[in-house]
């Protein structure tokens, strides 16, 4: 009997123009497009290995990093795994001698290889890789953007994680939602020297989750009905940035777009802080350096982000990122808890 078995990877990306908001919450249709860099597989990314046989007790299980979690049928999981096997079933029919994997109850396990504890969104590549697995278990002959409107069905930025390089969550208009999906604007290879320092605020669990946190806004923030007029411009001016590689635009849409997102944030009632004083002292730093470069060259150095939560993001070109680095290691001295690729840390490596 052969196995039935698929691993697949899928890495984290951080939005550049933010999604924050639904105008489906049952199937996860945003309210605006939001757009996404994706981190390099080697460093933060989520493994998972589907296996299904017929020998298998009734019942999908899943294990997340070693530990059980229920998977309910009307979950987003479940959601996952019942629209993937819908097309898997509909390949079957065209061909009567594959096996009926459709029918199969499915063990699942998957790990990522960054601390849970780092603070760092795990939904978005956790569900990315389970889809792909799935789809590659499944020999499914759907494009990545189709599959992508599966792992948005599971958590809204999962979609964006089935793609590297830069990519769009385009909102789309339908009601069904089969045109809310992910689709690559530019490869990594197209723009390598980008980099992104991730630095780790706070490892403890966010007290508003992004989940209820926009849900929150949606229904009590005015200003997002002006954030939603700012979108669209904002992802036409991005995609240029990307497209003609200009940092300075990048980095400026970037910061924009963070500082956006938690004013209206803060605009929710009751307002949500996902900021803390380090995050602020961090925005003020990058500023600075931004300030003395801009001076120095006419160029910006940097761009930060802020997800739902305190921990920063900062964007840097190759030729810059060990400076920033530097002034960040200054300031908020550390020892070093990842590999230091461009050797400025000085400390101790622990990764
Ligand atoms: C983003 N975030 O674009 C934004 C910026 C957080 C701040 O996508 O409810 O975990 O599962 O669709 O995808 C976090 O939202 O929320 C998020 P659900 P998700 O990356």
Request: aromatic share 8%; proline share 5%; charged share 20%.
């Amino acid at each position: 009997m052969p196995t039935y078995e698929a691993t697949s990877t899928a890495p984290v990306n951080i939005a550049v123009i933010k999604y924050w908001g639904k105008r489906d919450t049952a199937l996860i249709l945003p309210t605006n497009s939001s757009l996404s860099v994706t981190l390099d597989q080697d460093h933060l990314r989520s493994q998972t290995t589907s296996r299904c046989d017929e020998s298998f007790e009734k019942g999908d299980r899943l294990w997340l990093n070693g530990k059980e979690e229920a998977v309910k049928a009307d979950g987003r999981l479940g959601v996952c795994i019942r629209e993937l096997r819908k097309m898997r079933s509909e390949v079957e029919q065209g061909d009567e001698k594959l096996p009926k994997l459709s029918q199969w109850p499915l063990r699942i396990a998957s790990y990522n290889n960054f601390p849970t504890a780092a603070g760092l969104a795990s939904s978005a590549s956790g569900l990315a890789a389970l889809v792909a697995s799935l789809a590659q278990l499944y020999e499914l002959p759907q494009s990545p953007s189709l599959l992508s409107c599966i792992a948005r069905q599971g958590s809204g930025s999962a979609c964006r994680s089935l793609f590297g390089g830069y990519v769009a969550w385009r909102e789309g208009t339908s009601s069904d939602g089969s045109d809310s999906l992910a689709e690559e604007v530019a490869s990594r290879d197209h723009w390598p020297e980008m980099h992104a320092l991730i630095c780790v605020v706070s490892d403890k669990k966010k007290g508003t989750s992004s989940t209820s946190g926009m849900q929150r806004t949606v229904e009590t923030s005015p200003l997002l009905q002006h954030r939603l007029t700012l979108v669209p411009g904002r992802m036409k001016e991005m995609e240029s940035a990307i497209a003609s590689r200009d940092f300075d635009a990048f980095a400026a849409l970037t910061m924009a777009d963070s500082n956006n997102f938690h004013a209206v944030c803060l605009d929710t009632s009751p307002p949500i802080f996902y900021l803390n004083d380090v995050s602020r002292a961090l925005i003020g730093l990058v500023e600075e350096l931004n300030r003395a470069s801009k001076e120095a060259t006419g160029h910006l150095i940097a761009g930060y982000t802020f997800d739902a939560g305190p921990n920063c993001v900062i964007y840097a070109l190759e030729g810059n990122i060990a400076t920033v680095i530097r002034a960040v290691q200054r300031y908020f001295p550390t020892e070093a808890a990842f590999p230091d690729p461009f050797g400025v840390l000085g400390g101790k490596e622990a990764g």
